[in-house]
């Protein structure tokens, strides 16, 4: 195990009526607010008028930035910088999923910035403050909620890149929230939740007995409440444990003393960099055609992989078939539970694919597993087709 220091601030706030404590949480944060929301689904579901209820009973003023994209962009950011300046806005509240979030973290740490925000994204500068953000969670994906990780598109550049920003105050978990969200970006999420665990078991790391059985129970938890959650999407148990997980499984517990990859991320920031795609998605396309390239370089690894968390028969095989079983029953998952497959299914082909490869890797070889070059990345991606 790698030495480490482990320090999360966010208070997590989960259940039923939880939203609930949004009022006095708004009288501690001071009386402007910025809302940051998508594209109208918590107008459509009713949210939106109790969480402006509630922030008007705690004396709010409230300022709005609606909008924000799937893969939220630099421009949108950019406005709610100059909207928290001019109104002198004291906090943030994100309504919504990781990009929302994710969007509301960029401005919380530009407001402050006197550079431009895009610079922490391309490593010219570290985030030193930023504004107060609350969170209320209305799609479990991305653990946005309770890192301090956020992701921006710059959209003239098609460029992706994800920065250290800055933690919640606090974030309001009710699992209701999330029963109106459509079936495939609830497939997105499951795979975005599973792919952060990805990214953090597969290491080279020894010694790890209790990382290694945290991220293969949230892997074992999220498979077995994916199809009851899909089948009805009310079940408020399945919906719960997803959610949970989907939190757990990025807020700073399972890469303690772990050295991480992140590279299939990098991958898939690429191509939705230029084809704008669903994150979720690319990552169910991606992470199967990388663990297939990768796997030799700790094939003990990818055995325990497919005996823990997919039980598979090791007896009679060798390593290599044990392997191979684990990565093909994470394919034959992601299938049954109707994510993308291959990158044809956005209808791209080869045509960008080195400009992909070239953007996955812009501050040079990406991953610690393997690590890939642009080329490495090229044959991932062409694999991905």
Request: aromatic fraction near 10%.
């Amino acid at each position: 195990m790698e030495n480490f220091v482990y320090h999360n601030p966010t208070q997590l706030i989960f259940g039923r009526g939880q939203l609930a404590q949004l009022e006095e949480k708004a009288r501690q944060l001071g009386p402007t607010v910025l809302l940051v929301y998508g594209g109208g689904s918590i107008k459509r579901t009713g949210l939106y008028d109790k969480v402006i209820s509630l922030l008007q009973s705690a004396g709010c003023r409230v300022h709005e930035l609606p909008g924000v994209e799937p893969n939220p962009r630099l421009g949108t950011v950019n406005k709610g910088i100059e909207l928290c300046r001019r109104e002198g806005v004291n906090w943030i509240l994100a309504v919504g999923g990781g990009s929302v979030i994710d969007a509301a973290k960029a401005v919380a740490i530009g407001v402050p910035y006197e550079g431009d925000v895009w610079d922490f994204y391309t490593r010219k500068a570290a985030a030193q403050e930023a504004l107060p953000l609350g969170t209320v969670l209305t799609l479990a994906a991305t653990g946005s909620e309770m890192n301090r990780g956020s992701v921006v598109t710059n959209w003239e550049t098609q460029e992706k890149h994800g920065a250290s920003t800055t933690f919640p105050a606090f974030s309001i978990l009710d699992p209701e929230h999330t029963f109106s969200v459509p079936r495939d970006q609830t497939i997105y999420g499951i795979s975005d939740i599973l792919s952060h665990v990805f990214e953090q078991y597969f290491t080279h790391t020894t010694e790890i007995p209790l990382q290694t059985r945290f991220a293969e129970s949230i892997m074992k938890t999220v498979i077995e409440n994916a199809e009851r959650a899909l089948a009805n999407p009310e079940d408020y148990d399945a919906r719960a444990n997803i959610m949970y997980c989907g939190t757990m499984a990025l807020n700073g517990t399972l890469p303690v003393g772990v050295t991480t990859d992140w590279a299939t991320h990098s991958i898939e920031h690429a191509v939705s960099a230029v084809y704008d795609i669903p994150h979720g998605g690319g990552l169910a396309i991606i992470f199967p055609k990388w663990m297939r390239y990768v796997y030799r370089e700790n094939v003990a690894r990818f055995v325990r992989f497919a005996t823990e968390v997919w039980n598979v028969d090791p007896a009679g095989k060798t390593d290599d078939e044990v392997a191979l079983e684990g990565i093909a029953a994470t394919e034959a998952f992601f299938e049954r539970i109707g994510a993308p497959t291959r990158l044809a299914d956005y209808g791209i082909t080869d045509e960008h694919l080195q400009l992909m490869a070239e953007k996955a890797t812009p501050f040079g070889p990406i991953g610690q597993f393997k690590t890939l070059t642009s080329d490495d990345v090229a044959q991932i991606l062409r694999m991905s087709l």
